[in-house]
């Protein structure tokens, strides 16, 4: 077990670090002029970076954000340095004050560009901050403001300024163009813009695609390899009339049809390599043995057991970084499940059945995702079914899926 495990470690911080080492062609533009082309090394930059790395001639390098104008991996990501005036207000329900007109002071950030053209979107997100702004062509940036009071009732409202700044900045000749019931969120906020941009016949370049999904839902089948075996070493020895055993049994294997869903959680982030999972699955192992069971009674008890439940997997899951279109995984998480009376069964009345109570383990996996095809093959480390004595149940199992 211990073993396991700790393979298991060593390949999940292996992928781990192979994965972040990833550079892609780009270009970093520093507030001094110079204009370096480069491949830059790609990271999650859901919030605002501190550091930069990349690599010129194989050689690596590393610039701190106060030195950059703007960098750029173009298609993908695009960060510019802007003068902002922000208003640092919090929307935490235990923050909230009286306060309904936003306080602004400048600073000088680098933001992220969602989307640039006539009409531009930025959002600037810390670890307690996530603010949007808008530009005209050759304008400031101007935040857009919502931001949650407490008013004089006791009860919490909505200041939805940023719906009149839209309207202000739309420069398209058709006004209803605005969606009055737009929410303060990164997609709502893009679409929007982006159609003030296609309105008015205006080029625009996108950083962010609306489309991709942050939740997989997969339907998988495929088949579960199953073993068993139940032994009491003589601590607990069960004795029935008079009688006393010790429980020693070994069932056979069985093959038998897996089916699951699996929801699964991407993680937020420009690379998209790495995710929460979720899987309920039902499995099944109906099986039987003939053994004798003491060295002091003439007595051979029949066993069955049928066990049949629903297990869930939580779990973590790293995607290799080949392409949006090929992407190998491993993932690794933690396993239970809940039973239908499930039991070991004595045909022999003078036997007491067994309830089964099973534990918890651990289940790692590797696959490939190609688009909305998942090839998964799982290995779980043996379960007690009965506690206290070792009672192991094992799994492994081949699947194919189909995502939603």
Not at 229 to 255: E, H, K, R
Not at 308 to 331: A, H, N
């Amino acid at each position: 077990m211990k073993s396991i495990c700790l393979i298991a470690v060593v390949i999940f911080f292996s992928i781990h670090c192979k994965t972040q080492a990833l550079y892609k062609q780009g270009i970093i533009v520093l507030k001094s002029g110079t204009k370096i082309e480069c491949k830059i090394k790609m990271k999650n930059w859901e919030l605002i970076p501190d550091l930069i790395d990349f690599k010129t001639n194989d050689t690596i390098k590393r610039v701190a954000v106060e030195e950059i104008q703007s960098f750029e991996i173009p298609g993908q990501i695009r960060f510019e340095s802007h003068g902002l005036l922000l208003d640092d207000f919090s929307n935490s329900t235990a923050e909230l004050t009286n306060d309904s007109l936003p306080i602004f002071k400048p600073i000088s950030s680098l933001v992220e560009v969602l989307i640039k053209g006539e009409v531009s979107l930025y959002r600037y997100k810390t670890q307690k901050q996530n603010k949007y702004f808008i530009a005209k062509k050759n304008e400031e940036l101007e935040q857009l403001v919502f931001k949650k009071y407490i008013s004089h009732l006791g009860e919490i409202e909505e200041y939805k300024l940023y719906l009149t700044q839209l309207d202000s900045s739309n420069i398209c000749s058709d006004t209803s163009i605005l969606d009055q019931k737009l929410k303060y969120k990164k997609r709502d906020l893009y679409n929007q813009i982006l159609k003030f941009n296609e309105c008015s016949n205006k080029k625009a370049v996108s950083y962010f695609d609306p489309d991709i999904r942050s939740l997989n839902i997969t339907l998988k089948a495929g088949i579960q390899f199953n073993s068993h075996s139940l032994f009491d070493p003589g601590i607990n020895l069960i004795t029935t009339g008079s009688s006393n055993f010790q429980l020693d049994y070994t069932f056979a294997d069985q093959s038998l049809f897996k089916g699951s869903i699996e929801f699964e959680y991407i993680i937020p982030g420009h690379l998209r390599n790495a995710s929460l999972v979720g899987e309920f699955s039902y499995q099944s192992f109906n099986s039987n043995e003939f053994k004798s069971l003491s060295s002091n009674t003439n007595t051979s008890p029949f066993m069955s057991l049928e066990y049949e439940s629903i297990e869930f997997l939580l779990g973590y899951r790293k995607y290799f970084v080949f392409g949006s279109q090929i992407r190998p995984f491993f993932d690794l998480g933690v396993l239970t499940d809940w039973d239908f009376d499930a039991e070991y069964n004595f045909e022999n009345p003078e036997f007491t059945d067994l309830n089964i109570v099973s534990g918890f383990g651990l289940r790692g996996g590797v696959g490939i995702r190609i688009n909305q095809f998942l090839v998964h093959f799982q290995y779980s480390t043996p379960r007690n079914l009965y506690i206290p004595s070792d009672s192991k149940f094992r799994n492994h199992s081949i699947s194919i899926g189909y995502s939603l």
